[in-house]
């Protein structure tokens, strides 16, 4: 059996139109009201979080193989519809044999792509990719959902799993998730790709730890 490790970085998307705009404002005022957060920051995340409002910048990707062997690969093009053309020939071409892992992919980054694939009219024709039934691991391997048992209110995040297990958590760098939309519009590609393959190899290090409980 192989595995395919994946994380992605998103974006806010241009302004599209002003009922859009409206919506966006709405809700940042809400989370404004609950969190208490900076405002700016506030916006980004919305815009950043939803496939509605958001993009994806750059997709992390971690080839694991029956021996054991690994191979990297991060695909960030000019352009999001170019990365994803490129994304999914890659899973298009998967087997059935191969199972994806990630955290908390099963809320966020694989729909995120699948409605961003939508788009643009992106064939999508892996059905074990689009297999997102809860409660399994057959396709995909959410590593939050195992350690929470599907509970969401009983989820932590990735730092903090990490933390708890001792592996280095991916937030230590100079880019983080908070950061990553100003660190693109400041044309540090770079570190969002260095940021990106840090939460690849913190899923991969929670991954040898829950393995044989899974697989």
């Known amino acids: 059996?192989?595995?395919?490790?994946?994380?992605?970085?998103?974006?806010?998307?241009?302004?599209?139109?002003?009922?859009?705009?409206?919506?966006?404002?709405?809700?940042?005022?809400?989370?404004?009201?609950?969190?208490?957060?900076?405002?700016?920051?506030?916006e980004n995340l919305i815009r950043s979080t939803s496939p509605f409002f958001g993009q994806v910048l750059c997709i992390g990707l971690r080839f694991l193989s029956d021996g054991r062997q690994q191979k990297d690969k991060i695909i960030c093009e000019s352009n999001e519809e170019s990365s994803l053309q490129i994304?999914?020939?890659?899973?298009?071409?998967?087997?059935?044999?191969?199972?994806?892992?990630?955290?908390?992919?099963?809320e966020f980054d694989i729909p995120f792509l699948m409605v961003r694939a939508a788009h643009y009219g992106i064939e999508i024709n892996n059905w074990n990719f689009k297999d997102l039934r809860r409660f399994s691991f057959k396709s995909h391997i959410d590593i939050m959902m195992f350690l929470c048992n599907w509970n969401s209110y009983n989820a932590v995040s990735m730092d903090i799993a990490c933390r708890s297990f001792g592996i280095p958590s991916?937030?230590?760098?100079?880019?983080?998730?908070?950061?990553?939309?100003?660190?693109?519009?400041?044309?540090?590609?770079?570190?969002?790709?260095?940021?990106?393959?840090?939460?690849?190899?913190?899923?991969?290090?929670?991954?040898?730890?829950i393995r044989q409980y899974i697989t």
């Open 170 to 209: 991916p937030k230590g760098g100079d880019v983080k998730g908070s950061s990553v939309a100003m660190s693109y519009a400041d044309g540090n590609i770079r570190g969002v790709e260095d940021y990106v393959m840090r939460d690849v190899e913190a899923t991969h290090q929670l991954f040898k730890k």
């Open 1 to 42: 059996m192989s595995f395919l490790i994946l994380d992605i970085e998103t974006v806010p998307r241009p302004s599209i139109d002003d009922e859009m705009e409206i919506e966006i404002l709405n809700k940042t005022k809400v989370r404004l009201e609950r969190t208490g957060d900076d405002p700016e920051n506030a």
């Open 87 to 106: 994304f999914f020939e890659i899973i298009n071409k998967t087997t059935k044999s191969v199972r994806y892992i990630h955290y908390n992919g099963m």
